[in-house]
């Protein structure tokens, strides 16, 4: 005599279990779609700071816009792997940029480095020209 009650449906089946699976790979590609489509829309205008801009001025630095649109792009990977701080090099000129807040913070050039030393970073970007 069979002791399973027939009101209670078996869990588990193989069928069920590959049906689960596919159904879960579906619903992770729709999310990381998605999310890739929010992350892009959230994509921020680049800032340059005052203190920034006149260092750049001083220093005789001037960045194109399609600098510009690769140096945030190269923020906003930076921002996507967990960066806060990043030291950015393009050419003979080096930047600092705040990631969170998407923002150049100061930038130089290799002849007006005061120090061989930077520190508070966590990333470096590199801007090909």
């Known amino acids: 005599m069979n002791n399973i009650n027939p009101n209670v449906n078996r869990v588990g089946s193989q069928n069920q279990l590959q049906s689960n699976q596919g159904k879960q790979q579906i619903d992770r590609a729709q999310f990381n779609a998605l999310f890739n489509?929010?992350?892009?829309?959230?994509?921020?205008?680049?800032?340059?700071?005052?203190?920034?801009?006149?260092?750049?001025?001083?220093?005789?630095?001037?960045?194109?816009?399609?600098?510009?649109?690769?140096?945030?792009?190269?923020?906003?990977e930076a921002k996507a792997?967990?960066?806060?701080?990043?030291?950015?090099?393009?050419?003979?000129?080096?930047?600092?940029?705040?990631?969170?807040?998407n923002t150049i913070i100061t930038?130089?050039?290799k002849n007006n480095i005061d120090s061989n030393v930077i520190t508070n970073i966590d990333s470096a970007i590199f801007i090909n020209k």
Do not use: C, F, W
């Open 37 to 76: 489509h929010e992350l892009n829309n959230l994509k921020q205008p680049l800032q340059i700071s005052n203190h920034a801009s006149k260092r750049m001025m001083e220093r005789n630095i001037q960045l194109d816009n399609q600098t510009l649109d690769k140096i945030n792009d190269g923020l906003y």
């Open 107 to 109: 930038a130089m050039d």
């Open 81 to 101: 792997k967990g960066a806060n701080e990043s030291l950015i090099l393009y050419d003979d000129v080096i930047m600092i940029a705040s990631v969170t807040n």
